[in-house]
T-cell receptor
């Protein structure tokens, strides 16, 4: 069953904590992306990776970090430096000219 | 700066009625335009993709049009169903650079009432 999985579906964070969102794909795609979605806003690019061991900052990378040690995995860490992290986070991978999205993780800061 | 504007922001229609969503873009050089459907709390799913040479493309009750001269696209939904209630996102990509970084619109929120 091919696709993109994200976990957890819901995540709660206390102020000052770092949390890591998981993104895994078995589609054999090279490129992967992390987006943030807020109500009434379009998707905003946090980080993207075109190949293993390489990644680039997107428009809103401050307070976030990523790694790409394996082709299948692109975890996102939301650090305590991100002052307003409550949002819906979407991971995507790309095949030719289409992005395929995961089901998302909703992060809430308590 | 590349931009994608969608209208209306939200739309409420009765089940069985038709509706049309609009997308205007200033992305250059243009590569393709894609419409996504996003159910609440889920990831977006692609409905159609339009390239420069295509004017119309259908996917069941969804029909997308593209006018590359005026840089406008529309998504027409025929005989709406309750399951069409979702956000519809217009996404435009360009051909510049080596990375695929599309530009997303803010989406149109569609509510279909019985």
């Amino acid at each position: 069953d091919g696709g993109i999985t994200q976990s957890p579906k819901y995540l709660f964070r206390k102020e000052g904590q770092n949390v890591t969102l998981s993104c895994e794909q078995n589609l054999n795609h090279d490129a992967m992306y992390w987006y943030r979605q807020d109500p009434g806003q379009g998707l905003r690019l946090i980080y993207y990776s075109q190949i293993v061991n390489d990644f680039q900052k997107g428009d809103i990378a401050e307070g976030y970090s990523v790694s790409r040690e394996k082709k299948e995995s692109f975890p996102l860490t939301v650090t305590s430096a991100q002052k307003n992290p409550t949002a819906f986070y979407l991971c995507a991978s790309k095949d030719y000219n289409e992005q395929f999205f995961g089901p998302g993780t909703r992060l809430t800061v308590l | 700066k590349n931009q994608v504007e969608q209208s209306p922001q939200s739309l409420i229609i009765l089940e069985g009625k038709n509706c049309t969503l609009q997308c205007n873009y200033t992305v250059s050089p243009f590569s393709n335009l894609r419409w996504y459907k996003q159910d609440t709390g889920r990831g977006p799913v692609s409905l159609t993709i339009m390239t420069f040479s295509e004017n119309t493309k259908s996917n069941g009750r969804y029909t997308a049009t593209l006018d590359a001269d005026t840089k406008q696209s529309s998504l027409h939904i025929t005989a709406s169903q309750l399951s069409d209630s979702a956000s519809y996102i217009c996404v435009v990509s360009d051909t510049s650079g080596g990375s695929y970084i599309p530009t997303f619109g803010r989406g149109t929120s569609l509510i279909v009432h019985p």
